[in-house]
Nanobody
């Protein structure tokens, strides 16, 4: 099974940038789709961005033009470059991966706090 570890969260002022990383390890033949989710206090977890093994991406409307998802398949690592951050981006960010043999994994989460 795959294990995911996020890093790169922190405190930043509005308008600033952060880059999150998600490293996958463990026993698996390949990783298919990967994604970033976030959950703010009192809110449901929401999909932020997703990326296929071939590099196709999708974003939730609120982050389009500001966030960029990418992955390095050789390193089994996914990234989320977050620019022009807003206070409403404050949340715990989780990475998610679908691997084979079929397994869906979640990371432990990394806190992103954007101050106004």
């Amino acid at each position: 099974q795959v294990q995911l570890v996020e890093s790169g969260g922190g405190l930043v002022q509005a308008g600033g940038s952060l880059r999150l990383s998600c490293a996958a390890s463990g026993r698996f033949s390949r990783i298919s789709a990967m994604a970033w989710y976030r959950q703010a206090p009192g809110e449901q977890r929401e999909l932020v961005a997703g990326i296929t093994s071939g590099g196709s991406t999708n974003y939730t409307d609120s982050v389009k033009g500001r966030f960029t998802i990418s992955r390095d398949n050789a390193k089994n690592t996914m990234y989320l470059q977050m620019n022009s951050l807003k206070p409403e981006d404050t949340a715990v960010y989780y990475c998610n991966a679908v691997s084979f043999p079929l397994h869906i994994a979640w990371g432990q989460g990394t806190q992103v706090t954007v101050s106004s």
